[in-house]
């Protein structure tokens, strides 16, 4: 049953889908570099997603080459004379963020509005110039950001071909790395609330720059909220890319289906189209009634979370199968259960029992079990604080994976 729309929910939801479609777009653009796409071809791309999806009516891409720039993409109104816009590039190229053009009465600059430099470590090997682009206020910020990214995976890709063969695969990956740190930083909502029902404290560790575990907490109503924790299998950009697009088809569906079960569904099939088949993701999702005090979970594959409550800890294991192998979920065994005041709920990745140990010792589900008994009357945050000592004083493994923890303790 859907629950009552509540007030500015269509913008909320036009935003998301604004954002999904975004993000859609950069995973069709980083396919088609994984598959050696030639130069005008992504340009190309490049400038249909610019037109189509944000309506920017004027744009100009430099990009540097023997120590000059030269155009390698330009569309709206009559090409200016390259060596103008170099100088600008170079005067503006100060700043290594999205910047308002404040020369307006510089005959050429004042027919644009946004200037973008493009950086590979400290020096410049590409800017933009955008003009004839109207968005709103509330979204200026995260079109400007998103337009960034995308010519920064252009500029990536084009740095790449210019690289020799022996230093392709480690110059293309430190830069993939960069870019999917950007994406992963979207994916890190918060690392600590508290109100008068829920208090949380997060710990991200990845085990390289960048890795694969995601977690969110959504205030759905007054009365609820939801959280989940999730890996998706691989490492890189593309697995950062998959997770924001999975992020952004929660954060919509959350919002408009009260149904756990069919969330997971819907989550499943946006999975399945986005990766054919090529990766999947793990994923335990939660939406508890603050109200009635009923939790409703599904856990897709995921290392069970701990429930610790009046002195006993059991793990969340009803759900399904991971997301991304099948078309259609076999089953959806979808757990309910009432939840005592003062309770904790302890979320985490695969990375906390993947641990390489030494001397002999074991770091198994029933050690996990003793030890949130024995420390589950703490605040989450020193709960996590209190395991990680325990792993490196007592486990003395080595951390091969990312950590996430995610730690609920409920009023």
């Avoid at 993409?73 to 390259?82: F, L, R």
């Avoid at 335990?284 to 610790?308: D, E, K, S, W």
């Avoid at 259609?328 to 309770?343: C, I, Q, R, Y």
Wanted: a neutral charge; hydrophobic letters at 40%.
């Amino acid at each position: 049953m859907t629950r009552n729309k509540i007030p500015g929910q269509d913008e909320l939801i036009e935003l998301l889908l604004k954002r999904q479609s975004e993000l859609n777009a950069l995973l069709e653009i980083t396919r088609a570099i994984n598959k050696n796409t030639s130069t005008p071809l992504l340009v190309q791309m490049l400038e249909v997603i610019l037109k189509n999806y944000l309506n920017v009516g004027r744009f100009r891409f430099l990009t540097e080459k023997n120590g000059t720039f030269g155009y390698t993409s330009k569309y709206g109104g009559k090409p200016e004379p390259i060596a103008l816009l170099e100088l600008f590039c170079t005067k503006l190229s100060k700043t290594r963020t999205p910047t308002v053009i404040t020369e307006r009465h510089d005959p050429v600059l004042k027919k644009y509005r946004y200037f973008i430099p493009f950086y590979h470590k400290s020096k410049v090997v590409a800017c933009a110039l955008i003009g004839e682009f109207d968005t709103s206020g509330e979204m200026l910020d995260n079109d400007l950001n998103f337009i960034q990214a995308l010519i920064n995976v252009i500029v990536v890709a084009l740095e790449n071909k210019k690289l020799l063969k022996e230093r392709l695969q480690s110059a293309r990956y430190q830069r993939e790395m960069e870019l999917a740190a950007e994406v992963q930083n979207m994916l890190v909502p918060i690392r600590s609330h508290k109100d008068e029902t829920v208090q949380i404290g997060a710990t991200y560790l990845p085990h390289n720059e960048i890795g694969g575990d995601y977690f969110d907490f959504i205030r759905l109503n007054k009365d609820e909220f939801l959280w989940c924790i999730a890996d998706v299998s691989g490492k890189g950009i593309s697995a950062a890319l998959l997770m924001a697009n999975f992020q952004a088809g929660l954060r919509a569906w959350a919002t408009v289906d009260n149904d756990v079960s069919r969330v997971v569904q819907k989550l499943n099939k946006i999975v399945v189209d986005n990766t054919r088949g090529e990766r999947f993701i793990t994923l335990f999702v939660a939406r508890y009634n603050q109200r009635t005090r009923q939790l409703n979970y599904v856990n897709a594959g995921h290392n069970p979370p701990v429930l610790f409550s009046n002195g006993k800890a059991e793990m969340l294991k009803d759900g399904t199968t991971m997301l991304g192998i099948f078309e259609d979920l076999p089953f959806v065994n979808e757990g309910v259960l009432k939840v005592e005041p003062d309770s904790l709920i302890f979320n985490y990745t695969d990375g906390l029992m993947d641990y390489e140990l030494k001397n002999n010792q074991y770091w198994k589900d029933e050690h996990l079990l003793n030890f949130v008994s024995a420390n589950g009357h703490l605040q989450p945050d020193d709960f996590n604080k209190v395991l990680m000592v325990h792993l490196q004083q007592v486990i003395r493994g080595k951390a091969i994976d990312d950590i996430t923890l995610l730690t609920l303790r409920i009023f």
